[in-house]
């Protein structure tokens, strides 16, 4: 069992995801694509040398920095989940919108949804305004942009000889919690610090904020692009830590729940960084 605890770049709300990814499906499932590019990266490898993932693999996302109206500093985790299926991205566009998710088929493909491309030849091409900035997208794919033959006029990429889409992997999540779905996240408490510290004893100062510690200009380390890997048992004592938390705030909330997610405020989502 392992947990990779990361934050997400673009999203500073401490009680709700502001960027496209991850995306909440419904409250069982939680679509995870484009973003945290070397971590997919990682996956992608150990999908390709050995056919699957370990099959307790969690991921824990925490809000950016921030300052609130109060001029007070919150980080909170505001999504878990656990790694249910992969895919590749022409895999999910086949599976997700042509197959399972059928019924919905006219929301998952307007702009709301993080599944940026389509297969094109024998690559892919760009259909979505997520990441859209001039080739960046490509980097989603693959991590190195020699890799592949850009072409500007249909924005798509073809493989060169030799090389591999080793980013060309996304991710379906059983949905342990998500803020949206109650506008609250959730808090990091004495225990779940503990867990942070006790897995970075080479970081003297860990605090609520600083879950990561501290550079050495003082600046918060927020690893940008990285992430904490935590493995068992640290990663199941920090699950179970969350699931208990947010049972909590399940029971506690006195909203009801979203009926279609699908439909969030596209003017009110971010570009993952």
């Known amino acids: ?15 709700k995801i502001e960027c496209r990814v991850p995306f909440e499906i419904d409250e069982k499932e939680i679509f995870f694509g484009p973003c945290k590019k070397g971590l997919r990266q990682k996956l992608k490898k150990e999908v390709d ?33 656990k790694i249910q299926s992969h895919y590749t991205f022409q895999l999910a566009n086949k599976f997700l919108i042509d197959n399972k998710y059928l019924p919905i088929t006219t929301d998952l493909k307007i702009k709301n949804f993080p599944l940026h491309v389509i297969p094109f030849k024998n690559g892919y091409q760009l259909k979505s305004d997520l990441h859209s900035k001039k080739g960046k997208w490509i980097l989603d794919i693959v991590s190195k942009q020699k ?48 867990v942070f510290r006790t897995k970075q004893p080479d970081k003297k100062k860990i605090d609520s904020f600083a879950v990561f510690g501290y550079r050495k200009d003082h ?19 920090l699950i179970k830590l969350i699931e208990k938390k947010a049972e909590k705030i399940k029971k506690d909330s006195k909203s009801s ?17």
């Open 257 to 273: 729940p979203t009926e279609n997610l699908y439909k969030t405020n596209k003017n009110k989502q971010r570009g993952c960084k």
């Open 219 to 237: 600046s918060v380390d927020g690893k940008t692009g990285g992430w904490l890997e935590l493995d068992d048992p640290s990663s199941r004592r």
């Open 49 to 81: 040398t050995n056919g699957k993932l370990d099959s307790e693999t969690f991921f824990i996302g925490l809000n950016a920095s921030n300052v609130n109206k109060e001029r007070k500093k919150e980080r909170k985790i505001v999504w878990a989940g």
């Open 147 to 194: 890799f592949v033959k850009y072409d500007e006029n249909t924005n798509s990429i073809m493989l060169k000889d030799g090389n591999s889409f080793d980013r060309d992997i996304c991710f379906i999540f059983s949905n342990i919690f998500f803020a949206n779905r109650f506008e609250k996240g959730i808090e990091i408490s004495d225990e779940i610090l503990d």
């Open 1 to 15: 069992m392992r947990a990779f605890v990361y934050i997400l770049g673009a999203s500073p709300n401490p009680n």
